[in-house]
């Protein structure tokens, strides 16, 4: 076991008295949304696996990502698995749009139900996986020194599990706490009577910057670059509109299965540059006053012509300006790249946050944040006092969570070294060099840009 780093064996594998590694069919990284859907496959199949994962309990990204207003941006009785029918009919969701709360019970049932935890193991982080030549099999080490020798090993590793930790000179002399909305403490935080300070204003900054401004004696926000955002309207699920759905899911899945997108909305077929300027006005503000992603979906060339584009681009600024009501945070507030280039956020009263006379944009697109001091940060021109500062700086998107694992195939040669130049794989479900190696929605899948446990569920299949 272990030849890796070419043809030198791995000494610690070999050690006098080590024990020998347990053996599985398939070793799973991750007991997240994918982790959980790849053991129950496998399960199928006859195969035996053993899930490792870092946290203490499945749900992965909802189980992690706690912050105040954590929501999923895809509607609640989409974004759900689909392989169960028995699982669809028993579960309801009690909002269009599922709180991290409730969609981290939908986990916890889907584990319980399908008895995945008895092939799981918690509190148990990965640090190495290499493929040894000889056997032609996986040795998964993990940070207590446990070993793992398996036939397939399986990244569910997800998108967005890295957390995105900003090299801010003087982070370690701030006196008060330092929180990331991916590790969020799950106590909970009150920041009642504080003044606070948050850095970035991504997703999970559009999603917590309003309900921490209603607790924070004082919230400043540091912004460098705007982002779109489209409100969600969100509210909750009647019985009527639940029994509609389950009635006919097998239908709303087909659809979902055939969109590039993943979920099912209504795609307007008309491009936005054939229409008259008060047709095009009427549907942006019918898609505005729906909510949510379906937005993207008001023009057929959106995405696909730059003139277009800059239609529902001019109105959304225009929306924000009608909001805002200090002309030059609205101008602040206001993005200019491209509409849709990044996935819109879904917001709940986030624009009209700034209006409130508790909350503070700080533009340091032009002044820069030159370090963090033991009472606050200080930008080129100021320096701000908080007690709590909130990283909303996101993650390390993508290839972060393999980079942070030794992961070596053929010939002991490295992931990272295979991926100097960008991540290659193949619909990343796999990559060269790395035989009986899969990822589950890996670089280069849809994954991000669509509806993740669709694709998920794609990726196990």
């Known amino acids: 076991m272990g030849n890796i780093a070419g043809s030198k064996p791995n000494q610690s594998d070999r050690s006098p008295g080590a024990q020998a590694p347990r053996r599985a069919d398939a070793i799973i990284v991750g007991a997240g949304f994918g982790g959980m859907y790849m053991l129950y496959k496998l399960r199928e199949l006859g195969l035996t696996a053993r899930v490792l994962e870092a946290g203490s309990g499945v749900g992965g990204t909802w189980y992690w990502n706690r912050y105040p207003g954590a929501r999923c941006d895809i509607e609640s009785v989409q974004y759900s698995y689909s ?41 148990t982080r990965v640090t190495s996986a290499h493929f040894d030549d000889g056997t032609k099999r996986w040795l998964v080490t993990t940070e207590r020194g446990e070993r793992f020798d398996a036939q397939f090993c399986i990244m569910a590793l997800g998108c967005l ?20 909305t991916g590790e969020w403490p799950h106590e909970g935080v009150d920041f009642t009577g504080q003044r606070v300070g948050i850095v970035g204003t991504g997703s999970s900054a559009i999603q917590s910057i309003p309900v921490i401004a209603e607790q924070a004696a ?54 936005a540059l054939e229409v008259t300027p008060q047709e095009r006005e009427r549907e942006f503000e019918a898609r505005w006053a729906y909510g949510g992603l379906p937005f993207m979906g008001a023009f057929k060339d959106l995405l696909f012509n730059l003139e277009a584009n800059k239609t529902g681009g001019d109105f959304v600024r225009t929306k924000i300006r009608s909001i805002v009501r200090d002309p030059q945070l609205a101008q602040l507030l206001s993005p200019t790249n491209v ?59 993508m290839t972060g969570s393999f980079s942070r694992i030794d992961i070596r195939g053929r010939g002991g040669e490295r992931l990272k070294d295979l991926w100097e130049a960008g991540p290659r794989t193949y619909l990343g479900l796999m990559t060269a060099g790395l035989p009986n190696f899969f990822m589950i929605t890996g670089p280069g899948s849809p994954s991000v840009l669509a509806n993740m446990i669709l694709a998920i569920e794609q990726h196990g299949n």
């Open 339 to 397: 509409f849709g280039c990044k996935r819109l956020c879904v917001d709940t009263g986030y624009y009209a946050t700034f209006n409130r006379p508790n909350v503070t944009l700080v533009d340091v697109s032009g002044a820069p944040i030159e370090r963090i001091t033991p009472k606050g940060l200080r930008t080129a021109g100021k320096e701000y006092e908080f007690d709590a500062l909130v990283l909303a700086t996101g993650f390390d998107a």
């Open 218 to 271: 004082q919230l400043y926000v540091f912004q460098r670059t705007p982002n779109y955002a489209v409100p969600a309207h969100n509210q909750p699920l009647t019985p009527e509109y639940q029994k509609k759905v389950k009635a006919d899911y097998a239908q709303m899945r087909a659809h979902a299965q055939e969109s590039f997108t993943g979920v099912v909305f209504v795609f307007n077929q008309q491009s």
């Open 83 to 123: 392989f169960s029918k028995e699982l669809e009919q028993e579960w309801s969701w009690s909002e269009r749009y599922a709180t991290q709360p409730e969609i981290l019970r939908y986990a916890n049932h889907v584990a319980d139900r399908f008895d995945l935890r008895r092939d799981m193991q918690f509190d």
């Open 161 to 180: 599990s890295a957390a995105n930790k900003p090299k801010l000179t003087g982070l370690d002399s701030f006196s008060g706490p330092v929180y990331h």
